[in-house]
């Protein structure tokens, strides 16, 4: 039998945990896909993988693997492939530092909407600066931007996809 949400600890961590980790495949940096293998490893160990089993972690470890990488290697890829090399990636993650920082004053939103708005910046700005050609740098942050969407859109699916297995495994 599934523990019962609300009353048993392992349920309600990883309900917690799952819903985190929902809301982190779409925000840069949070782990998202790894939040959600964590919740049902708790799950898991907490009904003494009854259901769960050690292969289904293994596999759902793997997925969760592959949806985290994917925030690291798609935006670089699709940002050289847009002729933009390792020092416009280099700016946008200065900028997003710089941008985290400036608008932290603002709780928990204005961190991420700085990092977010800081990237475009630094990446656009040293565009600029290299090229001094305005229409480029708006074309270096259209890229960042086309591949923040892509790695986001990679791991909501895979975010999915593991949630639809633990489905299956736990429940049905």
Excluded: H
Excluded at 6 to 22: K, M, R, S, Y
Excluded at 39 to 52: C, D, N, P, S, Y
Excluded at 63 to 84: C, D, H, I, K, N
Excluded at 146 to 172: D, H, K, N, P, T
């Amino acid at each position: 039998m599934p523990p019962t949400i609300f009353t048993n600890p392992a349920a309600n961590l990883t309900l917690l945990l799952i819903l985190v980790g929902l809301i982190g495949t779409v925000i840069p940096v949070v782990p998202g896909a790894l939040l959600i293998w964590f919740g049902i490893l708790v799950w898991a160990v907490g009904e003494k993988f009854q259901r769960i089993d050690v292969f289904t972690l293994i596999v759902l470890g793997i997925l969760a693997l592959a949806a985290t990488f994917s925030e690291y290697w798609l935006r670089p890829l699709v940002q050289t492939r847009a002729g933009f090399g390792w020092k416009q990636i280099l700016a946008a993650i200065a900028g997003g530092i710089v941008g985290g920082i400036l608008l932290s004053e603002i709780p928990v939103l204005g961190t991420l909407f700085g990092a977010a708005i800081g990237s475009v910046i630094g990446t656009s700005a040293l565009t600029y600066w290299e090229r001094k050609n305005f229409g480029e740098a708006v074309r270096a942050g259209k890229a960042y931007l086309v591949g923040c969407a892509l790695s986001s859109f990679v791991e909501v699916l895979i975010a999915l996809l593991m949630l639809a297995i633990f489905v299956w495994r736990a429940f049905l």
